[in-house]
């Protein structure tokens, strides 16, 4: 299987920050990178598949980039309701293993 | 696209269960449907996928010979199965349809399966 490793695995920032996730692919998985966002009770909502491609009707203050095995997730000018649990997943090969996982809090 | 599963299941060790995502909105047969479990206070993880075309299967390795997955296109219903649940096995279970590329699109709202004696 492909192991998914981000970090860190927890940041606070605040309203109007940027922040960047990173996401680390045991081997190299092209572009076939998805990032969700999973708040408390809810299910998880796909933001960017094929790394840098946004959901529609997703904002675009949230940019996802990189290739081969190193990505990255960039939230521009942070809002209330991005406070959230990211995880990135790998489409290259099954099983599309997941990351840990990102908790997002309000510094 | 709606995915909706069906509710909270309480059981006892042993015991079977068969839970639903009946899917609506789009042609059944263009994409599989995932299952992803998540435990308590924990991360998602990816279990396998179906084909409702010709109920081919995929499943990861941590979670095949414990789980069943199959579809019934009559009713665009997908089915997540155990003969023997056990303790570990409490966790929300996700449905959602995934897209040829890897990603799931469309999610269902989760069924919670509680096993406890």
């Known amino acids: 299987d492909i192991q998914m490793t981000q970090s860190p695995s927890s940041l606070s920032a605040s309203v109007g920050d940027r922040v960047t996730f990173t996401c680390r692919a045991s081997?190299?998985?092209?572009?076939?990178l998805n990032w969700y966002q999973q708040k408390p009770g809810e299910a998880p909502k796909l933001l960017i598949y094929?790394?840098?491609t946004l959901q529609s009707g997703d904002p675009s203050r949230f940019r996802g980039s990189g290739s081969g095995t190193d990505f990255t997730l960039t939230i521009n000018s942070l809002q209330p309701e991005d406070f959230a649990t990211y995880y990135c997943?790998?489409?290259?090969?099954?099983?599309?293993?997941f990351g840990q996982g990102t908790k997002l809090e309000i510094k | 696209v709606q995915l909706v599963q069906s509710g909270a299941e309480v059981k006892m060790p042993g015991e079977s269960l068969k839970i639903a995502c009946k899917v609506s909105?789009?042609?059944?047969?263009?994409?599989?449907i995932g299952w992803v479990r998540q435990m308590p206070g924990q991360g998602l993880e990816w279990m396998g996928i179906?084909?409702?075309?010709?109920?081919?299967?995929t499943y990861s390795p941590s979670f095949q010979g414990q789980v069943t997955l199959s579809v019934d296109r009559s009713t665009s219903t997908a089915f997540l199965q155990w003969s023997s649940l056990k303790a570990s096995d409490t966790a929300m279970y996700y449905c959602?349809?995934?897209?040829?590329?890897?990603?799931?699109?469309?999610w269902g709202q989760g069924t919670r399966v509680t096993v406890s004696s």
């Open positions: 997943q790998q489409g290259y090969s099954t099983p599309h293993t």
């Open positions: 179906v084909y409702p075309g010709d109920s081919k299967v």
């Open positions: 909105g789009y042609s059944l047969n263009s994409f599989w």
């Open positions: 959602a349809r995934h897209a040829v590329v890897g990603y799931f699109d469309y």
């Open positions: 081997q190299s998985i092209s572009s076939y």
């Open positions: 094929a790394a840098s």
